[in-house]
């Protein structure tokens, strides 16, 4: 039941984060077309920033639900299942309580900006600015579904990966 | 609360296994709550969303995707049957193949790991059908594939200028002539290899071969080539130049060789959403810090300090370079890039350094922390597809590291050599 809800959370994240990955290279190349042709869109950079952002956060939960973010693993996996059990869950609970303040005062900025759009198109900032407390909550959700696997890691000696590189 | 305590309390989390992004969050979070009381909060999703939303860094992910589409359309195997072509009569032919096809595939790709994995996938193989011992191609393959990010595109550069405020066009410039000294250096070592063990020789030199396999990868080679030029000429941006790379990798996929391979491209596409999602939240997140540490000028006075001990360019670069090689052991690239550039850029212009010339060092030397276990990201790519150990891998990869320390000596104390082209380019 878990598995499969892991698969299916993470084939979602994968399509979103792939189209908001195209979605990006088309805009910025029909940036750089139409600018050439003397007729450059206005709202172009501005939107490929919104758009980097939001690769961002629906990726960084991708990433957080594949144990890609970049870390040191290497000490806890030297200690004993007991402490390390400890420094993992007290690590999860730094990791979810970061996620669940920049959820809930994101929110909040939210409601403060309602009414605002963007600078160079009629686009509401609620929409843009969403990706932090989705981003956010996304988040928790792949470190609550990851949970049982990483108490379970800590019986063993396994090691951990240290994330992605460029 | 000084930069002191910060600092250990980021290492504390990042020992407990706390990712590092989120690490720099969380001692941000204290801190602000600290010092400006909870209301400061609302700054925390305000400063998290526009450091996500850097526009020279939209350049990354453009960089990644097209080296993926070029990838899936099978210019590797071409890149490396013209570097077999062309270098296939000298003892060793193919591991010195391998340094030459990652300097053709440094041109299109700006990553070592993407380079390694497919340059690695199809030369380890080879190299260990012809008797070659799998540590040594696992180590000739991981470190030619350094050569990715000191040609230009680079995405550390990218990352570096972005960092330092500085020109990613010029960075690009600085990198040429140091990767084919590094490529040439790479292949001598190679080649005293090659002769001490008796690898074979693969194929007299003929120069129809060279010319029929240079046919096969003159699109793939001259593309990139033309908007690196558009690059360096100013016709287009970093990012803009990234953006024509994918068109241009997507009408040598579709249109020229027929032949996109799907299932790896979707592959390529998340795993470069990953890459940029992981780098861009680091950036975030030390842009959250970062506030911080301005507001108390712990970078300033970290320079005043330094400056204070010793005016010395040399000396100040010799520690700056222990420092990232240090790093380069624990660190992702990306990470050290991040973390340490806007705290030092204070102290390179105090003590009057490049911020170009010092983009050069730092890139070269996190490209030698990629080869550097235990955390070294090239390295680990290239031994997982040679299934070889990675500290008997070292052993042989020693020597071709030496390489490298020796190209970031040369890169650090003989500025003409990463700086000459960019005062012909630039003034």
């Known amino acids: 039941m878990l598995a499969r809800l892991h698969r299916a959370f993470e084939r979602a994240l994968e399509w979103i984060v792939i189209a908001l990955l195209l979605l990006l290279a088309l805009e910025v190349i029909l940036g750089v077309v139409y600018r050439y042709l003397g007729n450059p869109i206005v709202w172009y950079d501005e939107i490929a920033s919104v758009l980097l952002a939001w690769v961002t956060y629906y990726g960084a939960a991708l990433a957080a639900l594949k144990r890609a973010h970049i870390g040191v693993p290497g000490f806890v996996t030297t200690l004993s299942a007991r402490p390390r059990l400890a420094a993992v869950l007290l690590g999860e609970a730094c ?70 590189d460029l | ?124 193989p ?10 040594f191609a696992a180590a000739v393959v991981s470190s030619s594939a350094t050569l990715a990010v000191i040609i230009p595109p680079s995405i550390p550069m990218v990352l570096y200028a972005a960092m330092a405020d500085t020109s990613v066009v010029k960075l690009f410039v600085a990198g040429i002539v140091p990767g084919i000294i590094g490529g040439l250096l790479l292949m001598a070592v190679a080649y005293w290899f090659a002769v001490k063990n008796n690898f074979p020789v693969e194929q007299a030199f003929k120069l129809a071969r060279v010319w029929v396999t240079f046919k096969e990868a003159a699109w793939a080679l001259l593309l990139p080539l033309i908007i690196l030029g558009g690059i360096f000429g100013g016709v287009v941006t970093a990012t803009e130049g990234a953006a024509l790379a994918v068109v241009a990798a997507l009408f040598i996929g579709v249109v020229i060789y027929r032949e996109l391979d799907w299932p790896h491209l979707k592959q390529a596409m998340i795993e470069g959403g990953i890459q940029t999602a992981v780098v861009m939240l680091l950036v975030a997140a030390s842009a959250l810090l970062g506030t911080y540490l301005t507001e108390i000028q712990a970078p300033q006075k970290l320079a005043a300090a330094v400056a204070h001990l010793t005016d010395n360019r040399y000396l100040v670069l010799a520690l700056l370079n222990l420092l990232f090689l240090v790093l380069g052991l624990f660190l992702h690239s990306a990470a050290a890039i991040i973390l340490v550039v806007p705290v030092v850029m204070p102290l390179i212009q105090a003590v009057g350094i490049d911020p170009v010339h010092f983009g050069l060092i730092v890139t070269v030397n996190l490209g030698i922390g990629q080869q550097t276990p235990p955390v070294a990201s090239v390295l680990m790519t290239a031994c997982s597809i040679a299934k070889s150990d990675i500290w008997e891998t070292t052993k042989v990869n020693i020597y071709f590291i030496g390489v490298l320390l020796l190209v970031l000596i040369l890169v650090t104390y003989v500025p003409a050599i990463p700086m000459s082209l960019v005062h012909v380019f630039y003034g």
């Not at chain 1, 900025?109 to 407390?133: C, E, H, K, R």
């Not at chain 2, 989120?22 to 999703?45: D, R, W, Y």
């Not at chain 2, 060793?92 to 996938?121: K, M, P, Q, T």
């Not at chain 2, 190299?127 to 540590?135: A, L, Q, V």
């Open chain 2, 1 to 124: 609360m000084s930069a002191l305590v910060l600092f250990i309390a980021v290492l504390a989390l990042v020992i407990i296994n706390v990712p590092i992004a989120i690490a720099l969050g969380v001692v941000a979070v204290v801190a602000m709550v600290a010092s400006h009381g909870n209301e400061a909060l609302l700054n925390l999703p305000l400063v998290m969303y526009t450091g996500a939303t850097s526009f020279p860094l939209i350049a990354i992910p453009l960089f990644i995707l097209a080296g993926a589409i070029m990838n899936a359309s099978g210019i590797s195997h071409r890149l490396v049957a013209l570097a077999s072509a062309l270098l296939g009569f000298i003892r060793g032919a193919l591991a010195l193949a391998s340094i030459g096809a990652s300097l053709f595939f440094a041109e299109i790709s700006g990553s070592a790991v993407a380079d390694v994995a497919a340059i690695g996938s199809i030369l380890i």
């Open chain 2, 126 to 135: 080879a190299m260990k059908r012809k008797g070659y011992s799998k540590e």
């Open chain 1, 95 to 164: 990791i979810l309580t970061f996620f669940a303040l920049l959820a809930w005062f994101g929110v909040r900025v939210l409601q403060m900006l309602a009414g605002d759009t963007l600078a160079t198109v009629d686009l509401p900032v609620l929409v843009t600015q969403s990706v932090i407390p989705i981003g956010a909550l996304l988040f928790i959700a792949a470190e609550l579904l990851n949970l049982p696997e990483t108490i379970h890691s800590c019986r063993g000696h396994r090691r951990t990966a240290a994330g992605v």
